[in-house]
C-alpha cells in the first residue's frame, strides 16, 4: 500500500511538473534576447530587432521621458551655447553640436503621382486598414501623415505641424496647415510599425485650382523623405504633364531615393498593351529624368483585387516594393547607428577642446597675476624716482651731484696736551634712486625715467590681461559629459551594433 502511494504521489509530481511547463510555453512566454515585448491593449507585440534599435538610439538622444539630462541633446545644447570658448571651436564639430536632433525612429515614404494612380489604396492595403479613403473623384485634397500609433486617432493641421520637426518648412507655404493631417493607426502589418506615409494630392492637368501650392509641398517634402514613390496611372493619366514636370523637377536632386510604380497593371488590357503602356511611360521618364542608375518602372497591382488566374499571369513587383521598404528600414538602422557614433566623437572633440583651451586659459592668468606683481612695483620705483627728480629740479638742486657729493666726515681726538682730527671722506650714496640716476649715464633723467613709465604700462596692458575661464561648476559639468559618453553612450553604442549584427547572422543561418 505504501509503494502504491508513494508511486501516486511521484504521478501527481510529474503531471504537475509537466502542467507548468506548459504554462510557461503557451501563457508566459519570456522575451528573448532579440524580442523585446511591447504591450498592445490587452495583448502583446514583439518588436523586431530594428524597432527595438530605433527606439533605443532615440532614447540615447533623448531622454525626457525618463526624466533625466544625460542624453545627446541637452549635451550637444551645453557644449554649443555661446561663450569665449565657443567660438574658437571647429566650425564643422560646433555645426553638428548645433543641428543635433534624436534621429527618427522610422523611415519617411513620399507618395506622389498623377490623380487616381492608387496612392491611398496602396497606403491602405499595405497598413491593413481602411485609412484614406479610395475614389476616382479627388479625394486626397490634402496632404496625409499616415503612422503607426498607440490608438486610431486624427491630428489636424497645428497639432500635426507642432509635433514632427521635419515638416516644420511648410509653415512658410500659405494655406498649406488647414489641409494637414495626421492619422495614427493601431495596425502591426508588415513593416509599418516603421514606416511613415504622406500622402499627397493627385496631379492633374486642366483647370483644378489647389487650395494651396502643391508643388512647393511636394518639394519641402522631398528633402526630408527617406523614399520617394512616383505612382502613374496607366489608362491614359500617367504622363499628364504637371506629373512630369514635378518628377522631372525631384529628380534634380533627388534621383537616388526615387522609385517609379505602374500601378493597376492589371487593368492595362492585353500583354501586347501592357507591354506598349510600359515603352511609352518608359520612354517619356528617360526624355525627363537623369538618373544615376538605369531607371526602372515597376508595375504593380493589389494581388486581393485580382482574381486568380491575373495573379498568375500578370507580373505584380508589389512584393519587391515591400522588400525595399524593409531594406530601407535596416539601412536607416545602420545609419542611426552611425551618426550616432560621429555625434558621440564630435561632442568628445568639444569636451576636450574646451578642457584643454580652459587650462592654457588658467595657466595664462596665472602669468598675469605675476606680472601684475612685478610691474605694479616697477611701476612704483619708476614713479617715486621721478618725483624725487622732479622736486629736486624744481628746488634748483644737481640731483646727480647730490648722489656723487662725498662730503667728509671729521673725527677729534682729545689728548692730553693736544688736539687730534681725523678726516675722513663720506661714501658715495648707493640707495636705488641714485643706481638709477648713475645709471642713465648722460641721456637726461627725465628721458630715462619717462621711457621706464611707458614701457611700465605698455606691459602692463599687454601681460596682465585676464582672459575668460570656466568656473568649476562648468569644468565638472564637461567632465561628467566625458565620462557620460565614454563609459555609458559608448558602451550602448556598442551593444547596439552587436545586436543588429547578430540578428543580422541569424536571419542569414536561418
Not at 545627446?72 to 574658437?88: E, G, I, P, V, W
Not at 497598413?127 to 486610431?152: D, F, L, P, W, Y
Not at 681726538?413 to 678726516?423: A, D, F, N, R
Amino acid at each position: 500500500l505504501l509503494l502504491v502511494l508513494l508511486l501516486l504521489v511521484l504521478l501527481l509530481l510529474v503531471l504537475l511538473l509537466l502542467l507548468l511547463l506548459l504554462l510557461r510555453r503557451f501563457l508566459l512566454p519570456f522575451p528573448s534576447f532579440h524580442t523585446m515585448v511591447a504591450r498592445k491593449g490587452d495583448g502583446v507585440r514583439a518588436r523586431p530587432v530594428t524597432e527595438q534599435i530605433l527606439l533605443e538610439a532615440a532614447r540615447i538622444y533623448d531622454a525626457r521621458d525618463e526624466g533625466m539630462a544625460k542624453d545627446l541633446k541637452s549635451y550637444a545644447a551645453f557644449l554649443s551655447r555661446q561663450d569665449a570658448f565657443t567660438k574658437h571651436l571647429p566650425k564643422d564639430l560646433l555645426e553638428r553640436a548645433v543641428n543635433m536632433r534624436p534621429p527618427r525612429d522610422r523611415i519617411t515614404c513620399l507618395l506622389i503621382g498623377n490623380h487616381s494612380a492608387g496612392k491611398s489604396s496602396f497606403t491602405n492595403w499595405y497598413i491593413g486598414e481602411k485609412i484614406q479613403k479610395e475614389s476616382v473623384a479627388i479625394e486626397t485634397a490634402g496632404i496625409t501623415m499616415i503612422r503607426r500609433g498607440k490608438q486610431r486617432t486624427t491630428w489636424r493641421g497645428p497639432q500635426t505641424m507642432s509635433a514632427f520637426p521635419h515638416i516644420q518648412g511648410l509653415k512658410k507655404i500659405e494655406g498649406v496647415t488647414d489641409f494637414l493631417t495626421t492619422e495614427f493607426s493601431t495596425s502591426e502589418e508588415k513593416n509599418f510599425p516603421l514606416v511613415e506615409f504622406i500622402d499627397t494630392p493627385g496631379l492633374t492637368d486642366g483647370t483644378l485650382k489647389y487650395p494651396f501650392d502643391v508643388e512647393s509641398v511636394i518639394y519641402e517634402l522631398a528633402e526630408h523623405a527617406t523614399m520617394i514613390m512616383v505612382f502613374l496611372d496607366p489608362i491614359g493619366k500617367a504622363l499628364v504633364s504637371r506629373c512630369m514636370n514635378v518628377v522631372e523637377k525631384l529628380a534634380v536632386n533627388h534621383s537616388a531615393k526615387m522609385s517609379y510604380y505602374l500601378t493597376k497593371f492589371d487593368t492595362a488590357g492585353d500583354e501586347i498593351d501592357r507591354t506598349n503602356v510600359v515603352s511609352q511611360i518608359v520612354q517619356e521618364l528617360q526624355g525627363r529624368v537623369r538618373a544615376t542608375h538605369a531607371l526602372k518602372l515597376h508595375t504593380m497591382f493589389l494581388p486581393d483585387r485580382a482574381d486568380e488566374q491575373t495573379n498568375q499571369k500578370v507580373p505584380n513587383k508589389i512584393g519587391e516594393l515591400c522588400q525595399n521598404i524593409r531594406m530601407e528600414i535596416d539601412s536607416r538602422v545602420q545609419d542611426v547607428l552611425d551618426e550616432l557614433s560621429k555625434d558621440c566623437e564630435a561632442l568628445s572633440k568639444i569636451v576636450d577642446e574646451k578642457i584643454e583651451r580652459n587650462k592654457k586659459c588658467a595657466s595664462h592668468n596665472a602669468f598675469a597675476t605675476v606680472w601684475k606683481g612685478v610691474l605694479s612695483s616697477a611701476f612704483i620705483v619708476f614713479l617715486s624716482i621721478f618725483v624725487i627728480w622732479a622736486l629736486l629740479n624744481y628746488a634748483d638742486t644737481d640731483v646727480i651731484g647730490i648722489c656723487e657729493q662725498q662730503g667728509e666726515h671729521v673725527t677729534v681726538h682729545k689728548l692730553p696736551g693736544s688736539t687730534i682730527k681725523e678726516v675722513k671722506d663720506r661714501p658715495v650714496n648707493k640707495n636705488v634712486y641714485c643706481t638709477i640716476l648713475r645709471f642713465a649715464g648722460g641721456v637726461p633723467a627725465a628721458v630715462l625715467l619717462i621711457v621706464g613709465v611707458v614701457c611700465t604700462a605698455l606691459l602692463w596692458l599687454k601681460k596682465t590681461k585676464v582672459v575668460e575661464q570656466l568656473s568649476s561648476d562648468e569644468m565638472r559639468r564637461l567632465k561628467e559629459i566625458q565620462d557620460d559618453i565614454h563609459n555609458n553612450i559608448e558602451k550602448r553604442h556598442k551593444e547596439l551594433k552587436k545586436r543588429l549584427t547578430d540578428d543580422a547572422l541569424e536571419d542569414h543561418l536561418a
